[in-house]
């Protein structure tokens, strides 16, 4: 462990299974998963300096992994963290970053809540391909930003596969 003073030294007994159909705030801090299961679908998206919102990328990669999970018949856990996080934060400078977040989940949240796959999308890979042709037609209309991250998710999706030629298309 890199700091061993910031470890949680309290007994972790409240992990939850998030419901089928609820989405929840995925922390990319203190994030376990099973890469071969779901790690297709762990892309942080396009955020930070240069795009027109920030510190979203760990809460919209959770949005995309849950609706994949949930059509594909996967659990999603989620509980208090293992290690302790202290960072302060300017939170005007925050606000600032994620103005544009906050603005866009009035789409960004009812577009999840109703996302739906086809019966042929039955690996992460294929609902994931589907997911950004999605966000594309849907969401692509509120801003270009949406455009662009549905070009990356495919990207990430190409990248994975060559990078993970055993895994399932």
Avoid at 4 to 11: H, I
Wanted: charged fraction near 20%; charge should be neutral; aromatic fraction near 14%.
């Amino acid at each position: 462990m890199v700091k061993p003073k910031e470890r949680n030294e309290r007994y972790v007994d409240a992990v939850l299974t998030i419901p089928k159909g609820s989405l929840f705030p995925m922390c990319g801090m203190n994030l376990a998963f099973n890469r071969e299961l779901i790690g297709p679908a762990m892309y942080f998206g396009l955020m930070g300096e240069g795009y027109p919102i920030g510190r979203y990328d760990d809460m919209w990669a959770g949005w995309c992994v849950k609706v994949i999970c949930d059509h594909l018949g996967l659990g999603v856990k989620t509980g208090l963290p293992y290690i302790w996080h202290s960072k302060a934060s300017n939170p005007f400078v925050n606000l600032k970053k994620e103005y544009n977040g906050i603005f866009w989940q009035e789409k960004t949240i009812p577009f999840f809540a109703n996302v739906s796959f086809t019966k042929e999308a039955q690996t992460v890979e294929a609902c994931y391909l589907e997911l950004a042709e999605k966000v594309r037609k849907e969401l692509g209309p509120v801003d270009p930003y949406f455009t662009k991250l549905a070009d990356g998710m495919i990207t990430w999706i190409e990248a994975w596969a060559k990078l993970n030629p055993n895994s399932e298309p």
